[in-house]
């Protein structure tokens, strides 16, 4: 399951420089909320509010994590897949 974390305003100035994409991160001290479905594209009915308290430690690559994967197929094969 997908779930979305945000950042508003300060926490966004601060964490954004810091967080990079293909890196893996423990997150702590964020808040869960109802998620608002008209800013989101994630189906999950909750969300991680992280204001500029939140911890975000960057942690070595174990390998646990799967990387997405995508198959794609013509729309006429799609009955076979």
Known sequence: TQIEGTFF???????????????????????????????TSIKNDFCIVFEKNACILEVDDDGSIAAQAFEFCALNNITDV
Request: with cysteine; proline share 3%.
């Open 9 to 39: 305003n300060e926490a966004a100035e601060l964490f954004d420089p810091k967080i990079h994409e293909n890196h893996v991160y423990l997150f702590s001290n964020g808040c869960v909320k109802m998620a608002n479905k008209k800013f």
